[in-house]
């Protein structure tokens, strides 16, 4: 938990990560015990008036009990960037009171959240993807995927969001119910009512980099509200062209990596899940296993098999196919290898590293983010 006390008038909480949380005897909720039951992280800033709280970079996963918690008076508060994988009870809850100035919640992925233990029932208990107390909110580029829940976005609705595979009694929490929640821009598997909304069963998740980054033919590229003041950032490099993760033009994406705050998303933050590679007694195939992190920076690692002594040629290349980078060049024994890639002054963007032996070729591509 991070407190903060009457002196506090800007708070930053960043760069956290949360792996693996495990009560010893597990809790269930209680009558009384109110918003915060069951959370890994909360962040308790009601007994003050901060002018600024920005909360951003957090990631979490293997979450017994639930996600996360913000509770703020703050003026101006920020969450962004929020990524929450394999929990119970909740991915993320907000309490901005005060009516705050301008309120960001945006760029949040919940994935294979549950409920459990559930005591009070909805609408005074129930258990959620994204909710908010106090604070009349529109969730923006969330993508929540997989959850089985009561609820998945705030009561006042959400917005270029994807929302895929989740079992839920109600989209929009209850709490002070909004008989007309802006639901709009959003690609689901259902039919939603409101503005923009595509129903579909394939965002475009990109085959390599996994969720929630998108391909670059997904019909979620483009597709968000138009918006001006929710643009995606603009590439200096290449004026009209989307700043990387967001893509396309400038109007803003549906998912994760769009919206005007994709810039300040760290998208290599994003990647928490650790490569987990079978154990092999004797390996039988020459293959090269995903590179983690991926995406990263500036430093990724290379792991590849070999089931004999054999000649490697590992190399990473740009997307024109130029050789970039020769990691291994020589005669190699049999078993599991791994190697450093460090992009250095290499550019942002997309790399290909290519295994060579024993005559077969194998391939992977890494992203490279700054």
């Not at 500036?298 to 002594?309: G, I, M």
């Amino acid at each position: 938990m991070v407190q903060a006390d009457h002196t506090v008038e800007c708070m930053e909480v960043s760069r956290l990560s949360f792996r693996n949380e495990r009560q010893p005897n597990h809790v269930p909720e209680m009558p009384g015990e109110g918003f915060a039951i069951g959370c890994a992280f909360l962040v308790d800033a009601v007994h003050q008036t901060n002018e600024w709280i920005s909360i951003h970079d957090i990631r979490m996963e293997g979450i017994d009990d639930g996600g996360m918690v913000v509770r703020t008076h703050a003026r101006r508060p920020e969450v962004y960037n929020i990524v929450v994988r394999n929990a119970g009870r909740r991915g993320v809850a907000c309490s901005f009171m005060y009516d705050p100035e301008s309120p960001v919640f945006s760029n949040i992925f919940v994935e294979e959240v549950h409920e459990q233990d559930m005591y009070r029932p909805y609408p005074f208990g129930g258990q959620y993807a994204i909710a908010f107390l106090g604070c009349d909110l529109v969730a923006s580029n969330c993508v929540i995927k997989s959850c089985q829940l009561t609820t998945l976005g705030p009561r006042d609705g959400i917005r270029n969001s994807i929302l895929l595979d989740n079992e839920f009694d109600y989209l929009n929490s209850p709490w002070d119910s909004n008989p007309d929640p802006l639901n709009q821009y959003n690609y689901t598997d259902f039919a939603l009512a409101g503005e923009g909304n595509i129903q579909g069963s394939d965002p475009g998740f990109d085959p390599e980099l996994g969720l929630p980054w998108l391909s670059s033919n997904s019909p979620c590229i483009d597709s968000g509200d138009p918006a001006v003041n929710l643009f995606d950032p603009e590439d200096p490099d290449h004026p009209g062209l989307a700043l990387w993760p967001a893509q396309g033009e400038l109007r803003s994406d549906i998912g994760f990596f769009g919206g005007p705050h994709a810039a300040l998303v760290d998208s290599a933050w994003v990647a928490i899940r650790r490569r987990y590679v079978e154990p092999r007694a004797v390996p039988v195939v020459v293959s090269l296993e995903p590179a983690f992190p991926n995406p990263f920076n500036p430093v990724t690692t290379l792991s590849y098999v070999l089931d004999r002594p054999l000649r490697v040629e590992l190399t990473v290349h740009n997307t024109l196919g130029q050789r970039v980078r020769t990691l291994v060049s020589g005669m190699q024994g049999p078993g599991e290898h791994s190697v450093p890639f460090v992009a250095g002054e290499l550019a942002s963007g997309v790399y290909i590293a290519r295994l060579t032996a024993g005559g077969e070729s194998r391939v992977c591509k890494i992203l490279h983010v700054k």
